[in-house]
């Protein structure tokens, strides 16, 4: 069969969540919603016209010498009735090349659909029969070499784009929606029952179709209105132009039920199924979750109702594994081990009830919030884990390094889709790992999780933190569509994990990339054997990626420069710069003994040499930084010029590092 004649499939799709992200962010509701559409499809729909008209001066073949199709002729005539104003756009002397005249006729028709006026296009699929049409009467008019390909890149693109340019996922936290059903059922116990006692009493509120027993406030308002919103974004935009209802914070199915009830009172119901139109995924963001997450979707799959749901939306279950929040609560082993479990636990659990699942990575941009090359997700992936889709986040500084040049963009998937095919195809990309091997990196985390919070979650070290770090200036920065702390909590509880991560690696220390791991490795070591470890490194991805990933931290961190940092705290908390150093220097020695190296980095002088060109420059901005927090803080943090100063050596700093946590 000739390459030529093979049509692919759609291999990669865009989303985000950047307008409808509501955790933590009052300001992003239905509203926010339909402004984020409309805007993407004016973007993605004026770039179709632009390459429209790219498209209409490289097909110049004139009807005297080249034939078209008659399906082609008819559709010119069609739309000279239809939409007369095309003639204006296309000079006279091009009324003999019919490829121009219709693809004038096409941006015009977009124009209209950009305007939202009559004659548009209703959907992305009318576009595309427009353009396989140019396309079918090329390839059989002898237009194989003169532009055939050019059509069928455009073709591709409104396939993977459509009108929607990226699927937007939504996002709210589960206590947002317990607050406003405990509200609409007028239970003022609802916040304080179990969650067994709300999965039940949410089951029968939606079988018997129970509405809302009083009134709701502006918080109730918006949460419904959000559902609402999304029936008309799919009506307007297309059904792709909405995608995952993503619940924070899932620690029960009664989470999962909750939205599923807020839709009903919104009424947002499919026309053809009569069951709620929206697609629902937990997201598992703490270690405690990332356990029982197995457990969870075994009660969902067993409950009538949600399977009834499921069976109404096509029989696909996406769930969330969280990164950032497990770090900054238990460190980057335990972090790293949960969510290796989980899509073990998820995907056992799904696939015992028959259903298919994606597994979505909620991850960061920096080692300690999940960020690594997007192969690596594959390849350390539990056996069976992987049934052919790979979802995942991209942080914002990360899409510049890892796209922002076509050579490497093209690199970074080559890559992805390389893992993915391989594991399709059932061809490993590692050993297994042995029994003694999972109890090795098991005992990893539970070891490291205990030293890490152990001296983490202390108020002391949180002072000490807001002290030897910028976190002061990062909190006020206007960064991300969150605040940097979470309302109604405070310490480090409060504490996002972004601002958490990004304060760590200005001052250059690093610390949730690597703290917790050297007694965690150095008992585990002792306990189970140095051999172990060392074949794990060996034969088994997902622990090579972690021993990397600790090397490549402890690498960038600097202790000279977060030496110069520690001086702006309290002289009597000096014994916390010693406990880093410590554990910083143990951490190498493990790490160091396990690859059998006498330096970090020796295996990799790519990034070595990297780091060693980068310091010099970095190093000056870092010190210069200092001085500017302790001049600033003792103006009681008011100097205007000293604080624009700061900031610009907070991105310096983070264009020097790549990172911004």
Known sequence: MPADSLELPDMIRFGTWVGGDMDGN??????????????????????????????????????????????????????????????????????????????????????????????????????????????????????????????????????????????????????????????????????????????????????????????????????????????????????????????????????????????????????????????????????????????????????????????????????????????????????????????????????????????????????????????????TAPAGTVNGVLRLTEQGEVINQGYGLKPIAMRTLERAFNALALSIGGVATGATASSEQVQFAARLGLVSRQEYRRLVHTADFYRWFEAVTPFDVIARMQIGSRPAVRPGKEGFDALRSVPWVFSWTQSRHMLPAWFGAGVGLRTTVEELGLDVARSAYAQWNYFTTLIDDLEASLARADLVIAAAYEELGDGRQQHFGVKLREEFKLVSEQVLGIKQQNALLDRDMTLQRSIELRNPYVDPINLLQVDLLRRWRETGRQDRDLFESLLACIAGIAEGLQSTG
């Open 26 to 379: 009052p300001d992003v509701h239905a509203k926010t919603v339909r402004e984020t559409l409309a805007r993407q499809q004016q973007v993605i729909i004026n770039a179709y016209f632009k390459e429209c008209g790219v498209l209409a001066q490289l097909l110049s073949q004139s009807a005297s010498r080249s034939a078209v199709n008659p399906d082609l002729s008819q559709r010119i005539e069609l739309y000279a009735t239809l939409i007369p104003g095309a003639l204006g756009t296309t000079p006279m002397r091009h009324d003999r090349m019919p490829y121009r005249v219709f693809l004038g006729q096409i941006a015009e028709r977009l124009r209209l659909t950009y305007d939202h006026r009559p004659n548009g296009y209703e959907g992305p699929q009318q576009f595309l029969r427009d353009l396989k049409l140019i396309s079918f009467s090329l390839r059989a008019n002898k237009g194989f070499h003169a532009g055939w390909g050019n059509v069928q890149r455009l073709i591709r693109r409104v396939e993977t784009f459509g009108f929607h340019l990226a699927t937007l996922d939504l996002r709210q936290h589960s206590e947002i929606h317990h607050r406003v059903i405990a509200q609409g059922l007028d239970d003022p116990n609802w916040m304080v029952r179990t969650p067994a006692e709300r999965h039940d009493l949410l089951v029968q509120a939606i079988e018997r179709d129970t509405g809302v027993k009083m009134e709701l406030d502006a918080l109730g308002r918006r949460t419904i209105g959000v559902f609402e919103g999304i029936l008309q974004a799919r009506h307007r935009y297309g059904k792709d132009a909405i995608g995952y209802y993503v619940v924070s914070g899932t620690q029960g199915a009664d989470d999962v039920l909750a939205p599923l009830l807020l839709a009903r009172w919104a009424e947002a119901y499919d026309r053809v199924s009569g069951e709620v139109a929206v697609d629902i995924a937990p997201l598992f963001e703490s270690v405690d979750a990332l356990e029982h997450c197995g457990e969870v979707m075994k009660t969902l799959m067993g409950d009538p109702l949600y399977r009834r749901h499921l069976d109404a939306r096509g029989r696909t279950q996406c769930a969330l594994i969280g990164y950032s929040d497990t770090n900054k609560e238990s460190g980057i082993c335990a972090a790293r081990f949960a969510a290796y479990r989980a899509q073990a636990d998820l995907s056992t659990a799904l696939a015992a009830a028959n259903e298919r699942h994606v597994i979505f990575h909620a991850r960061g941009g920096s080692i300690a919030r999940g960020g690594s090359r997007i192969d690596s997700l594959v390849r």
